[in-house]
């Protein structure tokens, strides 16, 4: 299949294409490099198509928000494979079939969220009320590791609101967000939502876009240090900023929790997407009490995980993305193998595999737990008393999500509430969902997506006072 970029409703030729890797192995396919001149095109065609969509009644864009759901159910085997052959992720598991599902289900609980008007006020002294008006175009920029369910959760809460959109994906994984775009154009208006695909070597169209006088708002899900540069090149045109980076997600394991029970909780809390996942746990702190029993059952469990290409239906967790993650894992593990020991894998496998590792024996200070790792290698602490465990899960610039993992919710609540992060579950990790605000604190971000909080980051407010 020839992937385009689509501007203004129809494919837009590229004078050339770059690879893109199956990290299995071989070729996914090539996508095209685009450059300034198309980024432009696609900002003035997202212009003038706001002009019709943002006026459109509120039920129409629902509609079409709608169809937008229907058209990715209908192509969910076509996207799911897709996104196997670039992002690397299992057809099953929690892989990339799994992704689709979550597309789907944000597609649609978006679609049905809806801002209406707030009366502040309406006395004999006047009608006080709050609207939220659409800024206009939306520069979406994405990363590698969810390209379909992340592009979702930008574009959708984008058009639901009136805005139009320009979605620019990782180089890495650029095929399925063509596709994805080329699909629901079928069903949606020319102009209103367009993509463009660059290689970041020869032109770096997200720079661009952060700088472009034409984009209102840049929604970013991506590291810190390209989110810090977004956010500096965003400040002369005064954009909206949604920024959603990276995370060191601590668990804290309480003396009372039962260690058979949680295994599987924690392994997927971890493991999912082989750890590169934005909000997965990072750093597993257990009390001394129940140190070893933890981790055997953690062990035990990893060690029945089925490990091979995604396109094998019987592959569980796959290779990694890329070769740059690859070398960032196994560097932190070489690191953590000398002081620390290995409980399961340790080692490089063929290619871009990596053997799903756990090391205990570890503390803050150690690179495999100060670092975010963003792959599937889990370091485990010994604690003795919680507040030292309090004090070493907040001891971290980031603070994405946390968790606390115990038999008596009350207590496990009482600590959970002590964490400095955005989201924080109890005897899970990571569970997100899309009627729940989701977003980090400190360096993890900035603003929220999902709910009517998120909804609500695609507007500004104007007051109308009568
Ligand atoms: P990245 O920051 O390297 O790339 C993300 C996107 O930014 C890509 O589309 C890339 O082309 C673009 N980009 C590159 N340079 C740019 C620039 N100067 N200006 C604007 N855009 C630019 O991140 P990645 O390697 O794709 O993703 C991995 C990181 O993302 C991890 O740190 C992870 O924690 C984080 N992440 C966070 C979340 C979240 O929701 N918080 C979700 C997924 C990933």
Known sequence: MAFEMTIGG?????????????????LAGQAPNGTLADLDRAV???????????????????????????????HSEELAQLITAEQGKPLNG????????????????????????????????????????????????????????????????ALRTGNTVVIKPSPLTPLSTLRLVALLNDVLPAGVLNCVTGDDRSENLGA?????????????????????KIMASAAPTMKRLTLEMGGNDAGIVLPDADPQAIAEGLFWGAFINNGQTCAALKRLYVHED????????????????????????NSILGPLQNPMQHA?????????????????????????????TII?????????VDEEQFGPALPVIK??????????????????????????????????????????????HGAIQPNAPFGGVKSSGLGVEFGEEGLAEYTDIQVVFA
């Open 360 to 368: 205990a024996g570890l503390a803050n200070g150690d690179a495999l």
């Open 10 to 26: 129809a494919p837009a030729p590229a004078a050339a294409r770059f690879d893109v890797a199956n990290p299995a192995g071989g």
């Open 208 to 228: 661009a876009m952060s700088a472009h006088p034409g984009i209102r708002k840049i929604v970013f899900t991506g590291s810190c240090a390209t989110g810090e």
């Open 328 to 356: 960032k894992v196994a560097r932190l593990v070489a690191s953590a193998r000398e002081k620390g020991q290995v409980l399961l894998g340790g080692n490089p496998g063929e290619g871009l595999f990596f053997e799903p």
């Open 383 to 428: 604690y003795r008393d919680v507040e030292e465990a309090v004090a070493a899960a907040n001891d971290s610039p980031n603070g994405l999500g946390g968790s606390v993992w115990s038999s008596d919710i009350a207590r496990a609540r009482r600590v959970a509430a002590r964490l400095e992060c955005g989201s924080v579950w109890i005897n899970k």
């Open 44 to 74: 003035t065609a997202a212009q003038e198509a706001f002009a019709s969509w943002s006026q459109l009644p509120d039920g129409e864009r629902q509609r079409y928000c709608e169809a937008v759901t229907a058209k990715i159910a209908d």
């Open 290 to 313: 129940i140190h070893d029993a933890v981790c055997a059952a953690l062990a035990e469990f990893a060690r029945g995980i089925p490990v091979g290409p995604g396109s094998d239906e």
């Open 94 to 157: 929690l892989g990339s079939r799994f992704e689709m599902g979550g597309a789907q289900a944000w597609a649609g609980c978006t679609a049905g969220l809806s801002l209406p008007v707030k009366v502040l006020q309406d006395n004999a002294e006047g009608r006080v009320e709050l609207h939220r008006k659409p800024l206009g175009v939306v520069g979406s920029i994405t990363p590698w590791n969810y390209p379909v369910m992340i592009a979702v959760w930008h574009i959708l809460p």
